[in-house]
């Protein structure tokens, strides 16, 4: 299997300025860099957290895309926080805003500081392509019954 780098449109200055790329695919796997709430365009971050987490969530689904994956194919969720206590709460109404049915792991980490100082949470995921697959959607809990 070869590893392909993924740097969707306007991130592939990025790639050429700070040697990453937005996301790594072997095979049906991704694993995708941290994303944070500025804008890919106009390099702001947006203000406040519901702001910031949606837009770093629309970083990563414009990612997977552009990977051949989807949303609904994440398995792993890792967030950094700078506030990981305060924030929580609107942060969490914005993930499930994103992530609605068979969510994936997920690790919430709180971190003194990010990239920039404005940026307040940073989203990186893993996630293998067609998993996302709703047909067993229908129960949540896969674990074996006791």
Known sequence: MKRQLVNPGPTQA??????????????????????????????????????????????VRTVLEA?????????????YHTDLRGDMPVFGRVKDAFLTERYPSWTAVGVPQLALPEVLVEIRVVAVVGSGSRADSGRRDRSPAR
Do not use: C
């Open 67 to 79: 990977a051949g994956a989807s949303l609904d194919d994440i398995a792993e969720l890792t967030t």
């Open 14 to 59: 990025l790639y050429d300025a700070l040697h990453f790329s937005q996301a790594t695919r072997v095979g049906d796997m991704i694993w995708v860099s941290g994303q944070v709430g500025i804008d890919p365009i106009t390099m702001k971050p947006a203000v406040g957290m519901e702001a910031q987490a949606r837009l770093a969530f629309d970083n």
